[in-house]
């Protein structure tokens, strides 16, 4: 190619190049600057819990709108997340991204609301069987601060239909109303959304749960005779029973559901559901989802057939994945969308 032409090929490429410049410069200016780049924010507070007894965290996500000067005056729902065994109040926003879920569906569209993700220690979310002994609690090497782990009154259920719900409402500009409520969890948090909401159906309208433990003392009976060789599956009856179906999770569940058959029944999500349908109250509208390779799969199946059985307000799912943050971070989405949809703005 003759100079002359190379030389005006390479100044149509670096005007082109130039325009290109200018148009990602301007893209990415108007997308900082469009309603879509909004973020909320998330931190710390410390509330006082009568029912526990002591001062626990709360991790709060603040929906983008809050802090707008034209919302000073607006209220917003509330959702409660709640963490699993092991877990902490910083779960679904550290390892569960949920700040950042929240932030997506809301630029796609999704209604605002709050969320207020609070320490559960490992109490299952119930009052436990028996007074905590706050003194072997203390002498027990583990990671979180005794202060506050081993509280002497363990009321978890209390703590958050009661306790969680006056620090939001006060703190926090809130719908202080049952239609604008809900909770969630994973895990041994899936049973606390599900025995929370059962418990107190005049304070949540809605109840999620992802791999959630919905049948704690389902037991696969290997000495029982079942036709064509399947497992024969029932409510553990003896300590021993109930110790083989918690598997690893018994040393958390035996302080907080008792080791009797009774106690754990009347903690049972699908029994509470059932005494409360009885009263007549209100059910939650509830969505359930589990990974086909989870160990609670089979405590999920039966949830969703009991559910059904009553005709409860059961959203069942089941997909691919097992109980780690790579299904829960997958799947968050889906509790978020439920929620949205059905509590009131």
């Known amino acids: 190619m003759p100079r002359s032409r190379r030389w005006l090929a390479n100044a149509r490429l670096r005007r082109c190049a130039g325009v290109l410049v200018i148009l990602a410069v301007s893209v990415s200016r108007v997308l900082a600057q469009s309603p879509a780049a909004a973020r909320g924010t998330v931190h710390t507070e410390r509330m006082w819990s009568q029912a526990l007894g002591v001062t626990k965290s709360v991790v709060v996500y603040l929906p983008p709108s809050y802090s707008a000067p034209t919302a000073a005056a607006r209220r917003y729902p509330l959702a409660i997340y709640l963490h699993g065994v092991w877990g902490s109040e910083t779960d679904w ?61 363990p009321k978890y259920d209390d703590y958050v ?53 919905l049948r704690p003392a389902l037991f696969a009976d ?6 064509g060789g399947a497992v024969v599956w029932r409510d553990g009856r003896t300590r021993e029973e109930l110790r083989t179906a918690a598997g690893g999770l018994w040393t958390t569940l035996e302080p907080s559901f008792g080791a009797d058959s009774i106690a754990w ?14 009263r007549g109250d209100s059910l939650p509208a509830m969505y359930v989802d589990i990974g086909v390779d989870d160990r609670f799969l089979t405590q999920d199946r039966s949830f969703r057939d009991r559910m059904s059985a009553m005709q409860a307000p059961l959203t069942y799912a089941e997909f691919s994945g097992r109980h780690d943050w790579a299904y829960w971070r997958q799947r968050l989405p889906e509790s978020l969308r439920f929620i949205a949809q059905h509590l009131v703005p």
């Open 222 to 227: 290997s000495g029982a005779v079942a036709t």
């Open 93 to 153: 926003t550290i390892h569960g991204r949920l700040a950042e879920t929240m932030d997506s569906l809301v630029a796609a569209g999704m209604p605002e609301f709050i969320v207020v993700m609070p320490d559960g220690d490992d109490g299952w979310w119930t009052t436990w069987h028996g007074l905590n002994d706050v003194a072997a609690c203390r002498r027990t090497p583990r990671q979180e601060n005794a202060d506050t782990y081993c509280v002497p009154w």
């Open 265 to 278: 029944l009347s903690r049972d999500p699908a029994q509470l559901i059932a005494t409360a349908r009885r």
């Open 161 to 213: 239909a009661s306790d969680l719900i006056a620090f939001a409402d006060a703190r926090l500009r809130t719908l202080p109303y049952r239609a604008s409520r809900a909770i969630a969890g994973l895990s041994m948090g899936g049973y606390g959304a599900m025995s929370i909401a059962a418990r107190n159906p005049r304070v949540f309208a809605v109840a999620a749960s992802h791999s959630g433990v």
